[in-house]
């Protein structure tokens, strides 16, 4: 379940795309400017939405997205950076497919992704779509990356920013695409295979200002906040390696958050690793869905956790399965008990701003229920067992259904998932 990824390997593009390449971040423009072939800036407003309390049947399999659900396509990268379309749920709407070819017509578009900005009123999808230019003259083709703020339920493109331009498929893609929870600004990084150093940076997809720029790759992004690794002082054990510095880092301002060092982690320092947690325990690359930040070091026990939203330091267990979106609260395992081995582990929800356990149902008890965790949510931990579904609340410990016909998947701004396919305020 757990996916970690060595800082110094390969990263994961945007777009699908790996490997060594020359890549040149061009002079950004937008579309208030005559950008020759560039899409025409609209002055349109994005709608407001207008989503009741009630609760509405929005079907199976979708995911929060920011300020949106999302639909994984049927064995498809875990990442919906890396595939587009993509198939949105929007809240007050209907569902919606977002396709680059659509939204650019007059362009030879290569590939397409996406991630939420906007407010949960005003609710906006940032696009970074790369398009092929083709070769003229004595010219060769030309790979370019438009940055688009696109209001989704009337698919309307509102803005355009040209933030990179290079003759490399690969090497003119952006990485890790972040977006803001309330806000227009989005963060990515260029590609580290390249030559040149790896630089992130932030853009407003509304108005296409450079909001910040930055030294270093993105790893473990989480909406509203990026980890950037940059060089630090000293080398690690081969004697040529720089030790890195992670900082979290505010996608909107590029306020520095929180700060982990590797050079205390260990001398000479280690390799460290990042690993984001989502609000459901698991560690995809979906930066809409995670919430705290583990890095570990390669040569010693020593690790730096926090939320990735504000830097708060936090405690976390080895393993989170789940991880309440609405407080402070984890569980750190999944299945309690094991017939095969009769083996009988700890049973608790984590409290991660003390590193205390905010609940523990008896061990045996676990065992003989065959409990699994399904959520922790607003409080709340919702259980399977042998023939019921309880729901305790964490405060008291009272049991507050003994059999619920439904657990949350996970929160929409001021919504709640629920695994029958329903959205609703509960």
């Known amino acids: 379940m757990a996916q970690r990824i060595r800082m110094c390997g390969a990263l994961i593009g945007v777009l699908g795309l790996l490997g060594a390449c020359q890549a040149t971040a061009g002079t950004p423009t937008g579309t208030g400017a005559a950008t020759a072939g560039a899409p025409r800036s609209t002055t349109s407003a994005p709608q407001t939405s207008t989503a009741s309390a009630a609760a509405v049947t929005v079907g199976p399999d979708y995911e929060p997205f920011g300020h949106f659900l999302y639909k994984r396509p049927f064995n498809t990268s875990e990442d919906p950076r ?166 979290d880092v505010e996608v909107a301002t590029g306020k520095t958050l929180h700060t982990t060092n590797s050079a205390s982690m260990g001398t000479p320092c280690p390799s460290i690793e990042v690993i984001a947690i989502d609000a459901n325990g698991g560690t995809s690359q979906q930066a809409e869905k995670q919430k705290y930040v583990r890095i570990t070091a390669s040569t010693s026990d020593k690790e730096s956790t926090y939320e990735a939203r504000t830097g708060a330091d936090r405690t976390l267990p080895a393993t989170v399965v789940a991880a309440d979106p609405r407080s ?79 657990y949350p998947i996970g929160a929409v701004d001021s919504w709640t998932y629920w695994s029958d396919g329903t959205l609703d305020k509960t």
């Open 328 to 406: 402070d609260l984890v569980f750190p395992l999944g299945r309690i008990s094991d017939r095969n081995t009769q083996r009988v582990e700890p049973f608790g929800v984590l409290d991660t701003t003390t590193g205390r356990p905010a609940w523990i149902l008896d061990a045996q008890k676990a065992y003989q229920l065959e409990a699994v965790v399904q959520a922790v949510y607003r409080g709340r931990i919702y259980l399977k067992t042998t023939d019921q579904a309880p729901v305790v609340d964490l405060a008291t410990g009272k049991t507050l259904e003994d059999n619920a016909a439904r």
């Open 82 to 247: 890396v595939d587009g379309p993509i198939e949105l749920y929007v809240i007050g709407h209907g569902p919606v497919t977002l396709k680059a070819a659509e939204l650019f017509p007059d362009k030879a578009v290569v590939g397409e992704s996406y991630t939420s900005i906007g407010t949960e009123a005003k609710p906006l999808i940032a696009a970074a779509v790369q398009v092929r230019e083709e070769a003229k003259g004595l010219d060769p083709q030309q790979f370019v990356i438009l940055l688009a703020a696109i209001d989704p339920a009337s698919q309307t493109v509102l803005h355009t920013t040209e933030v990179l331009r290079g003759d490399d498929q690969t090497g003119s893609a952006p990485h890790k695409l972040t977006g803001s929870p309330d806000g227009a600004a989005v963060a990515f990084a260029t590609d580290t295979t390249t030559k040149a150093p790896a630089t992130s940076y932030a853009f407003d997809a509304m108005t296409g200002a450079k909001l910040w720029q930055k030294q270093g790759w993105i790893q473990g992004p989480v909406l509203g906040a990026v980890t950037v690794f940059t060089k630090g002082s000293g080398t690690q054990e081969d004697h040529k390696t720089p030790c890195e510095v992670a900082l």
